[in-house]
Antibody
Framework: HLLESGGGLVQPGGSLRLSCAAS????????MSWVRQAPGKGLEWVSA????????YYTDSVKGRFTISRDNSKNTLYLQMNSLRAEDTAIYYC???????????WGRGTLVTVSS | DIQMTQSPSTLSASVGDRVTITCRAS??????LAWYQQKPGKAPKLLIY???SLESGVPSRFSGSGSGTEFTLTISSLQPDDFATYYC?????????FGQGTKLEIK
């Protein structure tokens, strides 16, 4: 089970931190990702982090602005989003990686709206 | 960067029809491809991974095929619950790319 929180309305240039609480599996054993979906649009992968946190990846459009992290003692994934832009408006999903393949568990998503 | 292109963007079909959705990669991706189903207001649901492996619990009317640059998702006999948007996804250890989606509508 994955449950995102932390979304909301923020002004352009502002910051927001998303959280994803995991349960029902050994959190530290799995890589995790954030995937977003702008209103009425398709899916866009944002960032991924390995189980230990030692490997981190971002899509080009968020590099230098977003930071993914995890606290395995709290079974929680985070996404710190700074310098937010209107085009970052989306539902943000956290997703669990199945080793060697793809996302086999998704949260329900949290809506981030960047607007003045 | 690898680009994933789905066709068609919209597909109208009837219950009982056999339908096929195509996904093309801009370069060879072996079989690192998944298919998802998404319904309005819901998170995506994994249907197929590794191009042709059926996810546990997914009905056998769904099947995937292909390798390299061309892939297909086939629904052998459409059911009312299948009308949704379908996405292909290329995955590897450091990146993921989704197709733009195919909306399957009731004719």
């Amino acid at each position: 089970h994955l449950l995102e929180s932390g979304g909301g309305l923020v002004q352009p240039g502002g910051s927001l931190r998303l959280s994803c609480a995991a349960s029902g599996f050994t959190f530290s054993s799995y890589a995790m990702s954030w995937v977003r979906q702008a209103p009425g649009k398709g899916l866009e992968w944002v960032s991924a982090i390995s189980g230990s946190g030692g490997a981190i990846y971002y899509t080009d459009s968020v590099k230098g602005r977003f930071t993914i992290s995890r606290d395995n003692s709290k079974n929680t994934l985070y996404l710190q989003m700074n310098s937010l832009r209107a085009e970052d408006t989306a539902i943000y999903y956290c997703a669990k990686d199945r080793p060697g393949t793809t996302f086999d568990l998704w949260g329900r998503g949290t809506l981030v709206t960047v607007s003045s | 960067d690898i680009q994933m292109t789905q066709s068609p963007s919209t597909l109208s079909a009837s219950v009982g029809d056999r339908v096929t959705i195509t996904c093309r990669a801009s370069q060879s991706i072996s079989t690192w491809l998944a298919w998802y189903q998404q319904k309005p207001g819901k998170a995506p649901k994994l249907l197929i991974y590794d191009a042709s492996s059926l996810e546990s619990g997914v009905p056998s009317r769904f099947s995937g095929s292909g390798s390299g640059t061309e892939f297909t998702l086939t629904i052998s006999s459409l059911q009312p619950d299948d009308f949704a948007t379908y996405y292909c996804q290329h995955y590897n250890s450091y990146s993921n790319t989704f197709g733009q989606g195919t909306k399957l509508e009731i004719k």
